[in-house]
């Protein structure tokens, strides 16, 4: 199993920026394609963008296409979400999961961390 931890949320006005980090322990970080999910008050987690093992292909929701970047290190074991031209809408706590490879289970889930947009 892989433990993750997100890190980075917080307080930004719309149209600012944030990058939030998702740092693994355990299993080899590499045996994972990763993801992100978010869930505001009131409202179903959603999927917000997924990154494969080496990094090399990422797939977007299209409410952040264009806005949201994942990217990973595997070196250091950690995964990134740069997000910019925030927008109110996308206040909520934001997750990040782990995929083992050739399956299409997310089954390792961090804590959660909180970003607010304000308008």
């Known amino acids: 199993q892989v433990q993750l931890v997100e890190s980075g949320g917080g307080l930004v006005q719309a149209g600012g920026s944030l990058r939030l980090s998702c740092a693994a322990s355990?299993?080899?970080?590499?045996?994972?394609?990763m993801g992100w999910f978010r869930q505001a008050p009131g409202k179903e987690r959603e999927f917000v963008g997924r990154?494969?093992?080496?990094?090399?292909?990422?797939s977007y929701a299209d409410s952040v296409k264009g806005r949201f970047t994942i990217s990973r290190d595997n070196a250091k074991n950690t995964m990134y979400l740069q997000m910019d031209s925030l927008k109110p809408e996308d206040t909520a706590v934001y997750y990040c999961?782990?995929?083992?490879?050739?399956?299409?289970?997310?089954?390792?889930w961090g804590q959660g961390t909180q970003v607010t947009v304000s308008s």
């Open positions: 999961a782990a995929q083992p490879l050739f399956t299409e289970v997310w089954t390792n």
């Open positions: 355990g299993r080899a970080f590499r045996n994972y394609n």
């Open positions: 990154i494969t093992w080496n990094g090399g292909s990422t």
